[in-house]
T-cell receptor, first 108, second 113 residues
Framework: AQRVTQPEKLLSVFKGAPVELKCNYSYSGSPELFWYVQYSRQRLQLLLRHISRESIKGFTADLNKGETSFHLKKPFAQEEDSAMYYC??????????FGTGTRLQVFP | GAVVSQHPSWVICKSGTSVKIECRSLDFQATTMFWYRQFPKQSLMLMATSNEGSKATYEQGVEKDKFLINHASLTLSTLTVTSAHPEDSSFYIC?????????FGPGTRLTVL
C-alpha cells in the first residue's frame, strides 16, 4: 500500500539554523510528491511539488527515488516558517495521501 | 488565486441529528472535489472523492450511507453527516482540484453532543 512517513512530529530550531524535514514514501511506481504547509489558523496550502523543481520561500525538496525520500530543506530558517508541514503523494489519480505531518518551530 | 470556501466553519449538534457541510470553489470550476477528515494532531484522511454529476467514490472503511456526498454543480459539493454521533466529531476539510493542485477549504469543526 502507498504510504507517506514523516518520522518527526516536532522539529525545533533557532532562527538562522538549517532545517530538514524528512519524508519517505512507499510506492512501487512513479508518484508525484508534494509539500503542503499549514500556518497557524490558516488553511492547508501547497508549498512545492517535485516536478516543478522550484524553490519557494527558500525551501527546496529533491526527490530521491533510490531512497524513496522527498526531504524538505531550507538553509536558514526564519520565525515565519513556523508551521505544520505535510508531505503528500499522488499516483495516477488526484487522490492525495498525506504523511502525519511535522510541526516546525523556529525560535528567535 | 483559487479559493475554496466551506460553510459552516463550525457546528455543534445533538446526537442523532444530521449536519450538512458545504464546499464551494469561488473563482474556478471543479469537476472533482475531495473530502477529508482530520482528528486532533493527526493527518488528513481522505474520505471520498466527489465528482460532479456522478456518485462519489468512498475510501475503504468510510460508510457512504453515513456520509452523504452530493456534487450537483461545478462549484458546490456537500457532505451530510447523517444521524451524527459523538464519534463523528472531527475537523472536516474539503479540497477542489484546480489546474495545478488541490486547493483546500478552511475546514469545518463538527462537535456532536
Amino acid at each position: 500500500a502507498q504510504r507517506v512517513t514523516q518520522p518527526e512530529k516536532l522539529l525545533s530550531v533557532f532562527k538562522g539554523a538549517p532545517v530538514e524535514l524528512k519524508c519517505n514514501y512507499s510506492y512501487s511506481g512513479s508518484p508525484e510528491l508534494f509539500w503542503y504547509v499549514q500556518y497557524s489558523r490558516q488553511r492547508l496550502q501547497l508549498l512545492l511539488r517535485h516536478i516543478s523543481r522550484e524553490s519557494i520561500k527558500g525551501f527546496t525538496a529533491d526527490l530521491n527515488k533510490g531512497e524513496t525520500s522527498f526531504h524538505l530543506k531550507k538553509p536558514f530558517a526564519q520565525e515565519e516558517d513556523s508551521a505544520m508541514y505535510y508531505c503528500a503523494l499522488t499516483f495516477n489519480t488526484d487522490k492525495l495521501i498525506f504523511g502525519t505531518g511535522t510541526r516546525l518551530q523556529v525560535f528567535p | 488565486g483559487a479559493v475554496v470556501s466551506q460553510h459552516p466553519s463550525w457546528v455543534i449538534c445533538k446526537s442523532g441529528t444530521s449536519v450538512k457541510i458545504e464546499c464551494r470553489s469561488l473563482d474556478f470550476q471543479a469537476t472533482t472535489m475531495f473530502w477529508y477528515r482530520q482528528f486532533p494532531k493527526q493527518s488528513l484522511m481522505l474520505m471520498a472523492t466527489s465528482n460532479e454529476g456522478s456518485k462519489a467514490t468512498y475510501e475503504q472503511g468510510v460508510e457512504k450511507d453515513k456520509f452523504l456526498i452530493n456534487h450537483a454543480s461545478l462549484t458546490l459539493s456537500t457532505l451530510t453527516v447523517t444521524s451524527a454521533h459523538p464519534e463523528d466529531s472531527s475537523f472536516y476539510i474539503c479540497s477542489a482540484r484546480g489546474s495545478r493542485t488541490q486547493y483546500f477549504g478552511p475546514g469545518t469543526r463538527l462537535t456532536v453532543l
